[in-house]
């Protein structure tokens, strides 16, 4: 099995809904969030994916939270943006891509995103 990793920092405000606490009003972080791609197959070229291919399929995505209040773009403008749930949607938007790219060779495994440098949320599906 290998496994091939990518990591990618942005910026973000948000505000927690029905939060008591410091974090229900708006705040930033420096979030960095890393994806795991596994799979047990190698290409011709002896690559499970790029990195830079997991450059391409990660950069419309942190493009859109990039310095942006998160409350206010979708799904975040309904969906409460804890750390749990920005992890899940990053996931969402990639799985496909990376299946698609590996022409199923490998699988998206997981996605951790973290909110400080010492706190941090995993998302995966199995």
Same mark, same amino acid.
């Given at each position: ?22 974090c ?70 990639? *799985?496909?891509? *990376? ?10 495994a ?10 941090? *949320? ?5």
């Open positions: 099995m290998y496994e091939v990793q990518k990591s990618v920092e942005f910026s973000a405000a948000h505000a927690l809904r029905d939060y008591e606490g410091p229900a009003r708006n705040h930033g972080h420096n979030y960095r969030v890393e994806i795991a791609v596994r799979g047990d197959t190698l290409d011709r070229q002896k690559l499970l994916i790029d990195f830079a291919e997991l450059d391409r399929i990660l950069a419309p995505l942190v493009a859109r939270v990039d310095h942006q209040n998160l409350n206010e773009i979708p799904p975040f403008d309904r969906v409460n943006p804890t750390a749990e749930a920005i992890a899940e949607w990053f996931y969402r938007g990639m *799985v496909e891509s *990376v299946a698609k790219a590996t022409e199923g060779r490998a699988r998206l997981a996605v951790r995103l973290w909110e400080t440098p010492d706190s941090w *949320v995993v998302y995966s599906e199995g």
